[in-house]
């Protein structure tokens, strides 16, 4: 099955830019990312993240705010918040130069046993497992597990398999091959025709590939609904920054939870000192995050006074806009009162 993988992957792998280096540092740039991202969205924003800070010593001293912009639109922006925390302790700890063990390498913030195993065996050859959900779903169906694979215990045992395959392997090959296979063939609709390592899948055998993996979460979306406020004074707009939370160091317009936007302004003024005059209703725009989904009833209202938080058109593209409330922008500029 090794065998048959590798020689699958040298001749089909798929031609991606973090594949064209052996730097641990971009290799590490390009796991990040990747994580709960789709290849294709992540490439031009790896390819402009490079291109901006090409080793560990740029982006440590890089300002918060530039590299949130550089982000900006790829969503999970805690991401952006660990590389930069995790370049600094490079340059601390380790004098600029990227870990070269396991070991040390899962102990870099935002990094876990997937995207270390990925680093490890693909800049440094280390014979290390990284098992993600197409490697989980490739098991699944070549071993015939029929257990449930978002289980941890499932997840283990497929890791202990994984670790057996890998020794005496080119690791890098190895792991790539495994995720270009889930990328391209063995997905959700398998082409099993055309899979190189079909001869001895179990689920291939017994016509289960359409029932395998059993993979069932228990995951409950909570809603909110906010009252979301486009305030704005002559042709500037309010936003702040949000200092804690899943969105945090990126830009919104304020938002509160709450059922009239009276109440809205009553928020606003005890938070903020400030009264606004209500213009009008604009529109209702939907986010869906993992394990939430927002619902926004944007309406228009008016600032009294300026303040220290109203940006222009020009400057809100200067500052990380979340995408969020980047739709709710969207929404306000085909409003009649834009």
Same mark, same amino acid.
């Given at each position: 099955?090794?065998?048959?993988?590798?020689?699958?992957?040298?001749?089909?792998?798929?031609?991606? #830019?973090?594949?064209?280096? !052996?730097?641990?540092?971009?290799?590490?740039?390009?796991?990040?990312?990747?994580?709960?991202?789709?290849?294709?969205?992540?490439?031009?924003?790896?390819?402009?993240?490079?291109?901006?800070?090409?080793?560990?010593?740029?982006?440590?001293?890089? !300002?918060?705010?530039?590299?949130?912009?550089?982000?900006?639109?790829?969503? =999970?922006?805690?991401?952006?918040?660990?590389?930069?925390?995790?370049?600094?302790?490079?340059?601390?700890?380790?004098?600029?130069?990227? #870990?070269?063990?396991?070991?040390?390498?899962? /102990?870099? /913030?935002?990094?876990?046993?997937?995207?270390?195993?990925?680093?490890?065996?693909?800049?440094?050859?280390?014979?290390?497992?990284?098992?993600?959900?197409?490697?989980?779903?490739?098991?699944?169906?070549?071993?015939?597990?029929?257990?449930?694979?978002?289980?941890?215990?499932?997840?283990?045992?497929?890791?202990?398999?994984?670790?057996?395959?890998?020794?005496?392997?080119?690791?890098?090959?190895?792991? !790539?091959?495994?995720?270009?296979?889930?990328?391209?063939?063995?997905?959700?609709?398998?082409?099993?025709?055309?899979? #190189?390592?079909?001869?001895?899948?179990?689920? =291939?055998?017994?016509?289960?590939?359409?029932?395998?993996?059993?993979?069932?979460?228990?995951? /409950?979306?909570?809603?909110?609904?906010?009252?979301?406020?486009?305030?704005? =004074?002559?042709?500037? =707009?309010?936003?702040?920054?949000? *200092? +804690?939370?899943?969105?945090?160091? %990126?830009?919104?317009?304020?938002?509160?939870?709450?059922?009239?936007?009276?109440?809205?302004?009553?928020?606003?003024?005890?938070?903020?000192?400030?009264?606004? +005059?209500?213009?009008?209703?604009?529109?209702?725009?939907?986010?869906?995050?993992?394990?939430?989904?927002? *619902?926004?009833?944007?309406?228009?209202? %008016?600032?009294?006074?300026?303040?220290?938080?109203?940006?222009?058109?020009?400057?809100?593209?200067?500052? #990380?806009?979340?995408?969020?409330?980047? /739709?709710?922008?969207?929404?306000?500029?085909?409003?009649?009162?834009?």
């Amino acid at each position: 099955m090794q065998d048959e993988l590798i020689d699958w992957y040298q001749h089909h792998k798929r031609d991606l #830019p973090w594949r064209k280096t !052996q730097d641990p540092y971009k290799i590490w740039i390009s796991e990040i990312m990747l994580q709960q991202t789709t290849t294709e969205a992540v490439i031009p924003y790896y390819l402009r993240f490079i291109d901006t800070y090409d080793n560990v010593s740029t982006l440590a001293l890089a !300002q918060e705010e530039d590299i949130y912009k550089l982000w900006e639109g790829l969503g =999970y922006y805690r991401r952006a918040k660990y590389l930069h925390i995790s370049a600094k302790m490079i340059v601390d700890d380790y004098h600029g130069e990227f #870990p070269k063990t396991y070991e040390e390498v899962i /102990k870099l /913030k935002g990094v876990g046993e997937y995207t270390a195993g990925a680093i490890c065996s693909i800049a440094y050859g280390l014979e290390v497992p990284a098992v993600d959900g197409n490697v989980l779903r490739i098991m699944a169906r070549y071993y015939g597990i029929k257990d449930n694979i978002a289980k941890k215990r499932t997840q283990k045992q497929t890791y202990d398999i994984v670790a057996k395959l890998i020794k005496g392997c080119d690791a890098s090959t190895f792991n !790539q091959g495994l995720m270009d296979l889930g990328a391209t063939i063995c997905t959700q609709k398998p082409k099993c025709d055309i899979c #190189p390592i079909n001869t001895h899948c179990l689920s =291939y055998q017994e016509n289960l590939q359409n029932i395998l993996p059993i993979n069932i979460k228990n995951i /409950k979306k909570t809603e909110h609904h906010y009252i979301t406020g486009i305030i704005t =004074y002559h042709d500037q =707009y309010m936003l702040i920054k949000n *200092t +804690s939370g899943m969105l945090e160091n %990126m830009y919104g317009f304020i938002q509160y939870e709450c059922e009239s936007p009276y109440t809205y302004m009553e928020l606003f003024e005890e938070e903020f000192q400030h009264k606004l +005059s209500l213009i009008s209703y604009i529109d209702e725009v939907k986010h869906v995050f993992t394990h939430r989904k927002w *619902t926004m009833h944007i309406y228009h209202f %008016m600032l009294d006074t300026p303040n220290d938080d109203l940006y222009t058109l020009n400057n809100i593209h200067q500052i #990380p806009l979340s995408t969020a409330h980047n /739709k709710v922008l969207q929404a306000y500029k085909k409003a009649d009162d834009y």
